[in-house]
């Protein structure tokens, strides 16, 4: 099994503690954020994943990288393109409602 640890600073006093697991093809990601430990999504884990290296106090900004290659192939791949999936289409379905809203203030205005 392999293993990387990141420190991060969030919002809290205390920096949060990232722990990623690689075991064949299973990878997990552990981190001590109250979202996290709640079983909630959990920023600071999808911004390593997402290779994003603010936040990281320990030192190791270079090793963000190494998730990268870890993830291909694992379920945590799949459902961060979900992820990302939805963000864009959340992104189209505000564009269309400000448009939506727009035109009925138009009408509303005839």
């Given at each position: ?68 290659t870890w993830l291909s192939g ?14 864009e289409q959340l992104g189209i ?18």
């Amino acid at each position: 099994m392999e293993e990387l640890i990141f420190i991060v600073q969030g919002s809290a006093k205390e920096p949060y503690k990232i722990t990623f697991r690689k075991s064949n093809n299973n990878l997990s990601a552990y981190c001590t954020c109250p979202a996290a430990y709640n079983g909630q999504f959990c920023k600071h884990r999808m911004n390593i994943i997402g290779g994003l290296t603010d936040g990281i106090v320990s030192g190791n900004t270079l090793e963000v990288e190494i998730i990268s290659t870890w993830l291909s192939g694992t379920d945590i791949e799949t459902a961060v393109n979900e992820v990302i999936s939805a963000e864009e289409q959340l992104g189209i379905a505000k564009r269309n409602l400000a448009s939506a809203k727009k035109h009925l203030a138009r009408a509303l205005s005839d």
